[in-house]
T-cell receptor
Framework: NAGVTQTPKFRVLKTGQSMTLLCAQDMNHEYMYWYRQDPGMGLRLIHYSVGEGTTAKGEVPDGYNVSRLKKQNFLLGLESAAPSQTSVYFC????????????FGPGTRLTVL | SQQGEEDPQALSIQEGENATMNCSYKTSINNLQWYRQNSGRGLVHLILIRSNEREKHSGRLRVTLDTSKKSSSLLITASRAADTASYFCATDVLSNAGGTSYGKLTFGQGTILTVHP
């Protein structure tokens, strides 16, 4: 099993450009999450999904959109990138809602110039 | 302000010594989890302790939870250079109504542990 994979690993964008980050998991997990990690801030939840076709806002959703068209994939979109979105983005998945150990991907390092 | 706050922010010890990290939180929880992150990598789950548990062990890891003080500690015994990493606590917060879990984790800022050979 590959676990949780993220594409791409690195990306540099100019302000105003758009991009999509792809997260894929092969563990048949219902729940998927997108976090961002900034120095000294820990991880903050952007959006999450409790199943195929459903998404919900997390702690810092502004400037991001998500889609979960297939159970194994969770996409994070930046419509118009801003320098404040420079961060490392992590995707995670879990099997159940409560007592839920989360499995993390390796991260995507995004720089917005 | 953060739901979970770790202390200390950084810890430097020699191989073979024990390392203790603390986590404090503000609101009632369903469970608390500890994760490890090696430099440039994703987080790896270490251990989960439920709100009705006081202590849990996993190999060289020992986690305690004191819900009256809203705090937890992670003890790594006989540390090794390979334990060098950042350690995060994460809380699964109960909703105000009904005491159910949101099913979302709130992460602290982490403790950077350096173990010198």
């Amino acid at each position: 099993n590959a676990g949780v994979t993220q594409t791409p690993k690195f990306r540099v964008l100019k302000t105003g450009q758009s991009m999509t980050l792809l997260c894929a998991q092969d563990m048949n997990h219902e729940y998927m999450y997108w976090y961002r990690q900034d120095p000294g801030m820990g991880l903050r939840l952007i959006h999450y999904s409790v199943g195929e076709g459903t998404t919900a806002k997390g702690e810092v959703p502004d400037g991001y959109n998500v889609s979960r068209l297939k159970k194994q994939n969770f996409l994070l979109g930046l419509e118009s990138a801003a320098p404040s979105q420079t961060s490392v983005y992590f995707c995670a998945s879990s099997y159940k809602r409560v007592y839920n150990e989360q499995f993390f991907g390796p991260g995507t390092r995004l720089t917005v110039l | 302000s953060q739901q979970g706050e770790e202390d200390p922010q950084a810890l430097s010890i020699q191989e073979g010594e024990n390392a203790t990290m603390n986590c404090s939180y503000k609101t009632s929880i369903n469970n608390l989890q500890w994760y490890r992150q090696n430099s440039g990598r994703g987080l790896v789950h270490l251990i989960l302790i439920r709100s009705n548990e006081r202590e849990k062990h996993s190999g060289r890891l020992r986690v305690t939870l004191d819900t009256s003080k809203k705090s937890s500690s992670l003890l790594i015994t006989a540390s090794r250079a390979a334990d060098t990493a950042s350690y995060f606590c994460a809380t699964d917060v109960l909703s105000n109504a009904g005491g159910t879990s949101y099913g979302k984790l709130t992460f602290g800022q982490g403790t950077i542990l350096t173990v010198h050979p």
